[in-house]
C-alpha cells in the first residue's frame, strides 16, 4: 500500500488542519515470558519426552509457523506546527507500507 509522507489532518493540540508526518509505528520485541510462549512451556516440561508434543514439538519448517502475510499498520502522525500532536491510529491490513 502506498501512503504520502506528509497529510493535511486535524490537530486536537493546535485546533486546526496542519500539516502532519507519518510514520509507520516499530513493533519492537516481543516478550519472551509472554502467554503461550515456548519458553513458557519449557519451564513447564513441556518439551522433554517421548512422542508429540503438537506446537512445542520441534518444527522443522519454521515458515510452517508463520501463517499471516499482512498486519495492521499502525501509523504514528507527527504535527509539523507543534510536534507533539502524535495520533496513532490503525489502518488496513497491508503486506507491505510505502511512504512516498
Ligand atoms: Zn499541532
Redesign the pocket.
Given at each position: 500500500m502506498k501512503l504520502p509522507k506528509v497529510v493535511k489532518r486535524y490537530?486536537p493540540?493546535?485546533r486546526i488542519r496542519?500539516e502532519q508526518k507519518v510514520k509507520e509505528q516499530s513493533s519492537g520485541r516481543a516478550s519472551t515470558l509472554k502467554r503461550g510462549a515456548k519458553q513458557r512451556a519449557r519451564l513447564r516440561g513441556l518439551n522433554r519426552g517421548i512422542g508429540n508434543k503438537g506446537r512445542f514439538s520441534r518444527l522443522k519448517n519454521q515458515a510452517k509457523m508463520k501463517r499471516k502475510t499482512t498486519k495492521k499498520t499502525a501509523l504514528v502522525y507527527t504535527?509539523t506546527?507543534?510536534g507533539k500532536?502524535k495520533d496513532q491510529k490503525k489502518g488496513k491490513r497491508t503486506g507491505k507500507l510505502v511512504l512516498e
Open positions: 490537530c493540540s493546535c496542519t504535527c506546527i507543534c500532536g
